[in-house]
């Protein structure tokens, strides 16, 4: 009996603690998380087809974004429409402040930097020290 990969690397791994595992456990963790995977990526391709219909509807050039901002934006939006749209109109008011036309991931990570778009556990901490 050979044990998928996943399984075989685990059990040499950790083998002195006496822990291991069968294939069955493996093919659920690996079908769950596969499952998680495809429902982020659709999430992203819709976040990303709804940046590329507002462009549109604005009468931008759908390369008014290059393609690391798009995708800053997009894991940081992490599923968030409305937030994915103010993060695009922040990066949008960093480029015009430069008299750029294409914004990159440094407009949108400048715009990522502001304090309110960190959470607050991180504010706390850096107050803290």
């Known amino acids: ?8 690397a685990f ?29 982020l990526r659709k999430r992203f391709k819709h976040l990303e087809y709804y ?16 393609s690391a901002a798009t995708e800053l934006i997009i894991r940081s939006a992490q599923g968030n429409l409305r937030l994915c749209r103010n993060l695009c109109y922040g990066s949008l008011v960093e480029v015009c402040r430069e008299t750029k036309k294409i914004v990159t991931i440094t407009h949108a990570n400048g715009v990522l ?12 901490k850096q107050q803290v020290a």
Do not use: C
Request: overall charge positive; charged content about 25%.
């Open 1 to 8: 009996m050979r044990l998928p990969q996943p399984a075989a």
């Open 51 to 66: 940046i590329v219909k507002e462009l549109e509807a604005a009468r931008l050039g759908i390369n008014t974004f290059d």
């Open 11 to 39: 059990n040499r791994r950790f083998a002195h603690k006496g822990v291991s595992v069968g294939k069955t456990y493996v093919n659920d963790v690996v079908r769950r998380h596969q499952y998680e995977i495809l429902t």
């Open 113 to 124: 930097v502001q304090p309110h778009w960190r959470p607050h556990e991180e504010l706390i």
